[in-house]
């Protein structure tokens, strides 16, 4: 946090505060946390984190498939 917010000048303290409950609004609500599997704290309080979870399987093993089936309609028939 501090490297983010000393990289602006503030003119008033009230600059600053509003900087300040900005930053922590989107650490807490928007951010992606690695500890918490790559989903956010509003998520993972919410109790939406299964969900989010259980839809990213999905997708990855959709893509998983998808790649196999070009991979085996692009391979060169070697048989001939």
């Known amino acids: ?3 983010v917010i000393k990289l602006d000048n503030y003119y ?3 600059e600053l505060k509003h900087r ?3 930053f922590i609004d989107y ?3 928007h951010r ?3 500890s918490l ?3 956010t704290p509003a ?3 919410n109790r939406r984190n299964q969900r989010i979870l ?3 399987q999905q997708v990855k093993l959709k893509t998983i498939n998808n790649r196999r089936n070009e991979y085996i309609n692009k391979k060169p028939n070697l048989s001939a």
């Open 20 to 22: 300040l409950s900005e």
């Open 27 to 29: 650490y807490n609500n």
């Open 12 to 14: 008033t303290p009230g």
């Open 1 to 3: 946090m501090k490297n």
């Open 54 to 56: 259980d839809k990213r």
């Open 43 to 45: 998520d993972v309080f």
């Open 32 to 34: 992606y946390h690695e």
């Open 37 to 39: 599997n790559n989903l």
